[in-house]
């Protein structure tokens, strides 16, 4: 259950980041205040930028496939054209990564929410327009013949090894929180196991970890400004989660705990 005064809090990451020094402060501020209280999930009905209504709602499970689909659709649509495809092994995997990944996202991990809240309509046009556009830019860049990643290049086979680890953890991470849930159930437990021992946003660390390797192995400007999102995007939302914690399980949420970067933040 949300409380009053987690509304409250929101209402106050909003307030400040959006203080206006120069215009271009303010929708900084106004677009990582939305990264942090996105409202789906549980900010789902919280104010954000000053509305509390963000419109109708989607099933979670339909929301996420439809949202996370075109980055899985448009690589493969891209895929048959003629005339298109990777014309470099390294750019062939790097191009498998990120299909398994929103394979994944699409049509695995939403059969698996357990109790998921309902996201605004807006939120899933938003999530699909990215993925969209997202899904064309990364397949554009590796699609090419102007392959960026060398094979047995330090850079590329260490960008794979932290792409794996940080899926693997992202998932186990995404489960870890599934399991704290009963079939049926909607509230919210504190978080144990994995890295959640150490911050509130395991999993978004992980997935900050898996973009960062794929950034790090591609070497393509497609692929460091879709990273550079992932951060923008989570770690706001790391932050958030983390004070919605502290505020609705006071003494009871482990004080050692950080947001997203174990002993340090
Ligand atoms: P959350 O951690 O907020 O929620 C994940 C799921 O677990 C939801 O179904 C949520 O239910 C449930 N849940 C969360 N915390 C608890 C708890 N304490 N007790 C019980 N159930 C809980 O993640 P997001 O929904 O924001 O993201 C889901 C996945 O998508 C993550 O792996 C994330 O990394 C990824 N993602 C990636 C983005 C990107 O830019 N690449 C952007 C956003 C997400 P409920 O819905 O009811 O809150």
């Keep these: 259950m949300r409380?009053?005064?987690?509304?409250?809090?929101?209402?106050?990451?909003?307030d400040a980041t959006c203080q206006p020094h120069t215009p271009s402060t303010r929708y900084a501020g106004a677009a990582l205040s939305l990264g942090a209280v996105a409202p789906y999930g549980r900010y789902a009905d919280a104010k954000a930028l000053?509305?509390?209504?963000w419109?109708?709602?989607?099933p979670a499970q339909l929301a996420w496939?439809?949202?996370?689909?075109?980055?899985?659709?448009?690589?493969?649509?891209?895929?048959?054209?003629?005339?298109?495809?990777?014309?470099?092994?390294?750019?062939?995997?790097?191009?498998?990564?990120?299909?398994a990944h929103y394979a994944n996202r699409a049509l695995v991990y939403p059969l698996r929410i357990r109790g998921g809240a309902p996201p605004p309509l807006y939120v899933m046009a938003s999530a699909f327009s990215?993925?969209?556009?997202?899904?064309?830019?990364?397949?554009?860049a590796l699609g090419g013949p102007w392959a960026s990643a060398v094979p047995g290049d330090a850079a590329f086979g260490g960008g794979l090894l932290l792409f794996g680890a940080g899926a693997?953890?992202?998932?186990?991470?995404?489960?870890?929180?599934?399991?704290?849930?009963?079939?049926?159930?909607?509230?919210?437990k504190v978080p144990v196991g994995g890295l959640f021992e150490y911050v509130s946003?395991?999993?978004y660390l992980c997935e900050m970890i898996e973009w960062a390797g794929f950034a790090l192995a591609c070497r393509t400007r497609a692929a460091h400004i879709f990273a550079a999102c992932v951060v923008f995007n989570l770690a706001p939302r790391a932050v958030s989660h983390h004070a919605w914690y502290r505020?609705?399980?006071?003494?009871?949420?482990?004080?050692?705990?950080?947001?997203?970067?174990?002993?340090l933040f």
Excluded: M
């Excluded at 075109?70 to 990564?97: D, I, Q, Y």
């Design 3 to 14: 409380t009053p005064c987690h509304i409250h809090r929101v209402d106050c990451v909003i």
């Design 247 to 263: 505020d609705k399980f006071g003494d009871a949420y482990p004080a050692q705990r950080r947001a997203l970067v174990p002993f």
């Design 201 to 203: 946003g395991a999993n």
């Design 50 to 53: 000053g509305i509390s209504d």
């Design 130 to 140: 990215f993925t969209l556009v997202n899904g064309y830019l990364q397949a554009g």
């Design 65 to 99: 496939c439809l949202q996370e689909l075109p980055s899985l659709v448009v690589p493969l649509v891209c895929l048959v054209r003629r005339g298109w495809g990777p014309t470099k092994a390294t750019n062939g995997v790097l191009l498998l990564c990120f299909l």
């Design 168 to 188: 693997l953890g992202n998932a186990h991470h995404d489960a870890l929180l599934r399991s704290l849930r009963l079939p049926g159930e909607t509230g919210y």
């Design 55 to 58: 419109g109708p709602k989607v």
